[in-house]
């Protein structure tokens, strides 16, 4: 989560998420979660952990990540609901999703710098709108 102490947050830097689904998608990638969350997420769902690994997860390099969903755009996450009216994406398990999801964008990696935080942030949108306001002072 924000470290109060990183460059980027002494500069301001605020998120809101406007549900473009880009962090859910594109390159492959890997969405890593913990036994207790693999826990959750099927009890979500209202499925037992080995049907919901099963259905919706794969082992990468020995530890479990979600699946993906080739589209014509990239890869969705499994659990990427698009809304092709209104164009929105949703996290269709957003009360029980991953750490790893939750706490985006305020990862160690996009803190270390402003520069690091503005090079997240071209595939963000919630990122780059109040983060660059704020470093140009306007
Ligand atoms: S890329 Fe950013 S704005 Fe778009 S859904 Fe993800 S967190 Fe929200
Ligand atoms: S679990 Fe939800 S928030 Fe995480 S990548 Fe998948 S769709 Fe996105």
Not at 74 to 85: K, P
Not at 91 to 102: A, G, K, L, N, T
Request: charged share 30%; aromatic share 10%.
């Amino acid at each position: 989560m924000a470290d109060a102490e990183s460059p980027v947050c002494a500069e301001g830097a605020r998120f809101e998420c406007f549900q473009c689904g880009n962090c859910c998608s594109g390159s492959p990638g890997y969405v890593r979660f913990s036994p207790e969350e693999s826990e959750r997420m099927a009890a979500h769902l209202g499925i037992d952990v080995d049907e919901f690994l099963r259905r919706y997860a794969r082992k990468r390099g020995g530890r479990w990540s979600l699946k993906e969903i080739e589209t014509e755009g990239g890869y969705d996450c499994v659990f990427l609901a698009r809304d092709a009216e209104t164009g929105s994406a949703r996290c269709s398990i957003y009360p029980v999703r991953p750490e790893q999801c939750r706490t985006w964008p305020f990862w160690p990696e996009n803190l270390k710098s402003p520069e690091a935080w503005e090079s997240a942030a071209e595939g963000c949108p919630g990122m780059r709108r109040l983060g660059q306001t704020q470093r140009r002072g306007l």
